[in-house]
């Protein structure tokens, strides 16, 4: 990454993912940038996939692509801090493509994953660090939730159970 200051929800090309790839002595092969094609499709869109959808993706297209290539694809990527993994309570994970805060919401009920935008929240979280002895490298905060559309259903549900379900 260079020395310039990211907005909130730029995302990588792949030309930045492969020179980013070539930086850390990756070779650039056709394999790698057709993954990172992908990936920065997928981020510029603002589409959150999984794994297992992201490899589908590809296999559609490059039935040889193996399904390994690509998990450990998205480990790097996680490591040069251009994708998060987004862990839900169920066990769902999935990816976000970004040169984000890593501040995130996430709806436990749809998986929908929204970044949030705590710059000065960061410093005092910094700050908390600094004053117990170490030094802050990266920040992770994932608030699990229920986004405003589940909400909604939630309620209709919980409305449906008291008015239309016989009383025990
Ligand atoms: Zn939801």
């Given at each position: 990454m260079t020395g310039t200051t990211r907005g909130h929800h730029e995302t990588p090309s792949a030309t930045e993912i492969i020179a980013e790839l070539e930086r850390i002595g990756f070779r650039s092969t056709q394999r790698r940038y057709l993954i990172a094609e992908q990936v920065a499709q997928l981020g510029a869109r603002g589409i959150d996939f999984t794994g297992e959808e992201l490899w589908h993706m590809l296999r559609a297209n490059?039935?040889?692509?193996g399904r390994m290539t690509v998990f450990r694809m998205l480990d790097v990527l996680i490591k040069l801090g251009i994708v998060d993994r987004l862990t839900f309570i169920d066990g769902t994970e999935r990816y976000h493509v970004g040169y984000g805060t890593h501040h995130y919401v996430k709806c436990e009920s749809c998986h929908k994953v929204v970044e949030l935008d705590l710059t000065l929240q960061s410093d005092l979280l910094n700050e908390a660090a600094h004053q117990s002895g170490f030094m802050p490298l990266g920040q992770r905060i994932e608030i699990d939730g229920w986004c405003s559309d589940c909400q909604k259903e939630q309620s209709t549900r919980v409305l449906r159970r008291r008015f239309f379900l016989p009383r025990s």
């Open positions: 490059y039935p040889g692509t």
